[in-house]
């Protein structure tokens, strides 16, 4: 993976979503895709394993599984832990566009 640094400075918003394996996944990442296609090439989609990442999660302090986050320019814009639909993140990312 890219150091975190080079994923989130962008001029273009990055949604970054830490998940892990368990849970509901499978919707978590149709719900992803749908977001990704609303957005285009407006933003940025990403997924980050918090299993795989710890050094990273501790770092920024994620709790809970799922947590989004909204970065633009290497700076986050919004933070919000929790299930979120498709409709509300794409509208969240299109603030920042």
């Not at 499978?26 to 980050?48: C, F, P, Q, Y």
């Not at 799922?66 to 794409?90: H, V």
């Amino acid at each position: 993976m890219p150091k975190f640094g080079e994923l989130i400075n962008f001029q273009k918003p990055v949604l970054i979503d830490f998940y892990a394996d368990y849970g509901d996944l499978e919707n978590t990442i149709k719900m992803l895709r749908s977001v990704a296609a609303g957005l285009g090439d407006s933003a940025k989609v990403i997924k980050i394993d918090i299993t795989k990442n710890e050094v990273l999660v501790d770092a920024l302090r994620v709790k809970g599984n799922p947590t989004f986050m909204i970065y633009k320019d290497g700076e986050m814009k919004w933070r919000q832990t929790g299930a979120q639909d498709a409709k509300t993140l794409i509208g969240l990312v299109k603030q920042y566009v």
